[in-house]
């Protein structure tokens, strides 16, 4: 088992990772009934593609030998009605500037392949910037 959730009631949830215990709760958004007093489901799942492209850069960097330490994502999710979906994540990355070119290749294609972007639907824009800032 990877997580146990618990519907505590006024569209919220409590979630914990079984193996750490950590946990977090999650809200319905104001716009979909809630108190949006949490992340979303929604929110989450968009918020995933960038911690995913995060980590993965992670671990590509460590074997290139490169730092990506203090490296940010700012997330926009888009939603669309009939049916409630998410339609579009925007993933707006700020990484170090002293990463070479051949570097940065490498990372951005790891990007783009993480396995959260590879999990979502076709259908959902992805628009991820890479902007070599830091």
Same mark, same amino acid.
């Given at each position: 088992?990877? *997580?146990?959730? +618990? ?11 079984? #193996?750490? #215990? ?5 809200? *319905?958004?104001?716009? @979909? @009934? #809630? ?14 593609? *960038? ?16 730092? +990506?330490? =203090? ?10 009605? =009939? ?8 993933? =707006? ?5 002293? +990463? #070479? ?29 890479? @902007?070599?800032?830091?």
């Amino acid at each position: 088992m990877t *997580a146990k959730v +618990i519907y505590t009631g006024e569209l919220r949830t409590t979630c914990t990772h079984i #193996g750490s #215990g950590n946990s977090f709760i999650t809200d *319905a958004p104001l716009d @979909n @009934n #809630g108190l949006g007093q949490a992340f979303s489901p929604t929110d989450t799942v968009a918020t995933g593609l *960038a911690t995913c492209i995060l980590t993965m850069m992670g671990i590509k960097a460590n074997n290139l030998n490169v730092k +990506i330490d =203090n490296s940010t994502a700012e997330v926009t999710k888009h939603m669309s009605a =009939n049916p409630r979906r998410i339609s579009k994540i925007e993933v =707006n990355l700020k990484l170090p500037s002293n +990463i #070479g070119d051949k570097e940065r290749k490498i990372l951005i294609h790891t990007a783009n392949t993480c396995p959260v972007h590879y999990s979502l639907h076709p259908d959902i824009e992805k628009n991820i910037t890479f @902007n070599w800032v830091l």
